[in-house]
């Protein structure tokens, strides 16, 4: 039998109504036997999140404060859900367990992850689905990493036995028993996982815009939809600061080569984004899949004469950067002149560290720092096929009057990295944009 996993963000399970439109859309296809959910969302601009509200409880208890307050509203919200749906179910002795459980302090990660765990039992009973609690399914390592293999393997085998189920997103259990959660946004993980465990032919990924765009809009005035996306091309798209999906979902679902479609809960006739392993399909207009970027790295550059024949220079530099456990994003090198970027906060207290550091292993004869980079990543599978990319993205950047500090392009060719001052960030992604995306 075949199945869809359908995952829901906090957005589209903030109430009662957005609960009623996920019914909807589940209950459209039949073959969407395995739902995934995340807690309630905001419901309006300036609501709190119910994650958001649990980790402030937990907080607090910890501190000795007071929590009824804070949690009579958690309680409320609940309440409100089951009420608006017409349930006769009651959450009430959970929510007295998770009461008690703050103040003995079962731990900050069972508390952030009660929002998934009530959501997913009130889904499930409005759905009529069984529950399945994703802490005896879904496994961490002592490590805290997560053991995907054994998840795999009794998640499999425990999937073989309900044929409709809900479950909480976001966390599973140590080996010890005690809940973990991934980090934030991480039911996009879980939705992965469960994917790939029924053998799905679909990974569905609900939230609250119709897919990918292929620039942030809050820098692109209204940037178009991306159709379709490797997920290669996502990760880099994901690692550079595009949000909507955790850049570690991606990983259960590309083992499996099962594509994961973006879709919009209230636009649900939106085709979304689908991302795929592989395509040949690309717009012959549109070279480039997406743009992305981020502020915040620095540059060590470094220069010595005939570094290029001197052999371990690089391992010399870099050793000074593990001993710190850093990190680099980019390693941008000329003859006799290297750079490593680095994120800024990964440098802040130990910049002087790794500088002395660099000078005694690796006896430049000059170094100094960039501060205040922007990176940006230009992506695009099509970029491989085509000859110029590189020549139009420079003469978008240079047309903007602004200044390369760096460039970089991945070895696969799907990509091109370059680095600019912060203040130009936001000027390069508008120009780039413009060049390649033409109606
Ligand atoms: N509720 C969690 C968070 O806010 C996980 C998720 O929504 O995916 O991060």
């Known amino acids: 039998m075949s ?8 957005t589209s399970l903030a109430d009662a109504e957005k609960f009623k439109q996920v019914a909807e859309i589940v209950r459209a296809d039949e073959d969407r036997r395995y739902v995934v959910v995340s807690a309630p969302g905001k419901r309006f601009k300036g609501d709190f999140k119910i994650t958001d509200m649990f980790y402030l409880c937990y907080e607090k208890a910890a501190a000795g404060e007071n929590i009824d307050v804070l949690f009579n509203e958690i309680t409320e919200r609940y309440n409100e859900i089951i009420a608006g749906l017409g349930l006769d179910l009651s959450v009430d002795r959970e929510l007295e367990r998770i009461r008690n459980g ?5 731990g900050r990660d069972y508390a952030a992850s009660r929002g998934e765990y009530l959501n997913g039992i009130i889904l499930a009973s409005y759905l009529g689905y069984d529950f399945i609690d994703a802490r005896e399914v879904i496994f961490f390592n002592n490590d805290g990493t997560f053991n995907a293999e054994y998840t795999n393997d009794v998640l499999s085998a425990r999937l073989r036995r309900h044929e409709r189920a809900v479950f909480p997103g976001f966390y599973g259990a140590m080996p010890n028993g005690t809940i973990k959660t991934f980090s934030r946004g991480g039911s996009d993980i879980t939705g992965s996982i469960v994917a790939r465990a029924a053998n799905a032919k679909l990974y569905e990924n609900w939230t609250d815009v119709s897919g990918f765009l292929m620039a942030d809009p809050r820098v692109v005035e209204d940037p178009k939809v991306i159709n379709t996306i490797t997920y290669r091309e996502l990760r880099e798209l994901s690692y550079m600061g595009a949000t909507v999906l955790h850049e570690d979902s991606i990983f259960p679902v590309q083992i499996a080569g099962i594509p994961i479609n973006i879709k919009n809960t209230d636009r649900p006739e939106d085709r979304g984004t689908m991302i795929v392993a592989e395509t040949p399909e690309y717009d012959t207009k549109n070279i480039i899949t997406g743009i992305a970027g981020k502020k915040g790295f620095t540059a060590i550059n470094i220069s010595k004469d005939l570094m290029n024949v001197e052999i371990g220079f690089g391992r010399k530099v870099l050793s000074v950067l593990e001993k710190k456990n850093i990190s680099f994003e980019h390693l941008p090198s000329g003859i006799d002149t290297m750079s490593v970027i680095i994120k800024s906060s990964d440098l802040s207290g130990r910049l002087d560290y790794v500088l002395n550091g660099i000078q005694q292993e690796a006896c430049p004869d000059t170094v100094s720092i960039d501060e205040g980079i922007a990176l940006i990543a ?12 590189a020549a139009k993205i420079f003469k978008a950047i240079a047309e903007a009057d602004i200044n390369v500090k760096m460039i970089d392009q991945g070895s696969d060719e799907i990509n ?3 680095g600019i001052e912060e203040k130009d960030y936001e000027k390069a992604v508008r120009a780039i944009y413009a060049e390649f995306v033409k109606d």
């Open 378 to 389: 230009v992506v695009g599978r099509a970029m491989v096929k085509s000859k110029g990319t």
């Open 102 to 106: 703050m103040y003995n302090m079962t």
């Open 416 to 418: 091109i990295i370059i």
């Open 3 to 10: 199945a869809t996993v359908t995952k829901f963000g906090g």
